[in-house]
C-alpha cells in the first residue's frame, strides 16, 4: 500500500528551509563568539591586574623599610586596590574553580612567576587576591573586584532568542517574496481554470525568471482565448449548419408525408435530432458564469413547470420559499432540467411506468445541499462515478434510450463553474439520488 504524502505548501518548504539554514548559522555565530570572547576577557584581566602588582611591587621595593611600612598603611586604605602584609595564619580560597578563572590564574603567574598565589577570597574578604614577596617580606593585593567573567548563560540566551525570533521573521518575509509571483501565477491558473481567459500576469517584474515565466503564461492565455473563440464560432457555425436542413426537413415532412403515423415519427426523430445538438451547445458552452443570490424554490418550480406529462413524470419540491443559493440563474436552471430529463428517462417505476421525482434540501454551515430523487432501478455501484463522463450510459436500457448522454456530464459542468459540486448516489430503497452542493447566499 502507497503511503499518504504529507501536503506542504512551497511558502512552509521555503520557510523551513531558510529558517533552519539562518537558525543554524546563527548557533555557529555564537559558538564562535563564545570562543573569541573568552580568552580576550581572560587575558586582559590577567594584564590588568599582574600590572598593579608590578607596580606595587616597584613601589615597595624603591622605599627603605620605615617608608615601606607607612607605604603599606597608604595602600591598605586604598579603595581601588589594597595592599597587606601576608601573614602565614592567612586563610584563604583558591581562585581556579572553572574554566575562566584557571585560564586568568595561569595567565597570572606566567608574568608574576610561578610562585605567585591567586586567591578569591581571604580572610573571608572575597576579591581577586594575588599573593606577592619581595625578599623576605610577602604581601596580599587585592584587586577592586573579581575581573568580569565571560557573559552568562542567560545572556547568550536573551540575545540568541532576539536573534532566532529575528530569523524566523526573516526567513518569513523572504519566503513570501519568493512565493507571492507563484503564488499569482496559481491564482492566474485558477481563474483561467474557472473560465476567465483575460486573465494576465505582470511582464516587467524585476526577476527574469519570473518574467519569463509570465510572458509564457500570458501567451498561453491568449492562445487559449483564441481556441475558445474559434471553437465558439466553429459550433455557432455546425449548429447552424446542422438545423437549416432539419427545418427543411420538417416542412417537406409535413408537406409531402401523408401518412399520420409516419409524419408524427419522422417528427419526433427530427426533434430528438434538434435537441441533440442543444445538448452539444450546452456543454460546449464557453464557462463564463455571474454568481448571484438565485431563490432556488421559485426556480425548480419553473423548471417543474416544463415537465407537464403525468404519464411520464410526477416532481415533488420540498424545498423552502426563503432558501436563496448563490449561484448563474441561467446555468443552475440548466442543471435542474438536465437533473429532471435525466429522471424522466431513465427513473421510471417498474410497474408505474412513471418517473416518481422529489426534490429535498438540508443546509450545512456555508452550503446547500439539494437533492433530486427518482425511484427507478438506480444505477450499477461500480458505474456511479462513470456517469458525469459525456457521452457514457450506465446500462443496456440507457443505450436503448434516446439522448446525446451529456446530461449528467452537463451538470457536472455547470457546478464546477460555480463552484459547488455534483455527488451522485443510489438510495438505500431503489432509485439514483443527486446532491447538488451550492454555496448558501446571505
Known sequence: MSRKSVGLSLFWRTFFLLAILLAGGVFAWVQTLRALEFEPRAVQAAQQTAGLVNLSRAALRQADGINRVAL??????????????????????????????????????????????VASSVNGQAGLWVGFSIERDSYWLQAEATPSGPLTSGTWFVWTSIALAATLFGSAGVARLINRPLKE?????????????????????????????????????????????DRAVMLAGISHDLRTPLARLR?????SVSDEEAKRNMALDIDQLDAIIDKFMDYARPGE?????????????????????????????RVAIDLKVQADE???GRVFLNLFENARRYGRGT???????????????????????????????????QLTVPFFRGDAARTAATGAGLGLAIVDKAMQRMGGSLELANAPDGGLMAHVRLKKAA
Open 289 to 317: 458564469t455571474r454568481l448571484e443570490p438565485v431563490h432556488i424554490a421559485k426556480l425548480i418550480d419553473r423548471e417543474i413547470a416544463g415537465f407537464r406529462d403525468p404519464t411520464q413524470i410526477r416532481i415533488t419540491s
Open 72 to 117: 603599606v598603611k597608604s595602600l591598605g586604605t586604598q579603595q581601588a586596590i589594597r595592599v597587606t602584609p601576608r601573614e602565614p595564619g592567612d586563610r584563604w580560597e583558591p581562585f581556579e574553580v572553572d574554566r575562566f578563572t584557571r585560564r586568568v590564574s595561569r595567565e597570572l603567574r606566567s608574568k608574576l612567576g610561578p610562585e605567585s598565589l
Open 351 to 385: 410497474y408505474t411506468g412513471v418517473a416518481e421525482v422529489s426534490v429535498s434540501h438540508v443546509r450545512t454551515g456555508p452550503w446547500v445541499i439539494i437533492t433530486v430523487r427518482d425511484h427507478g432501478p438506480g444505477v450499477a455501484p461500480e458505474k456511479l462515478s
Open 251 to 255: 416542412l417537406e415532412t409535413e408537406m
Open 185 to 229: 501565477l496559481s491564482f492566474a491558473a485558477s481563474r483561467i481554470r474557472g473560465g476567465d481567459l483575460e486573465s494576465r500576469l505582470d511582464e516587467n517584474t524585476l526577476t527574469s525568471e519570473i518574467r519569463e515565466v509570465n510572458r509564457g503564461f500570458n501567451r498561453m492565455a491568449r492562445e487559449l482565448a483564441r481556441v475558445e473563440e
Open 330 to 332: 441561467t446555468e443552475i
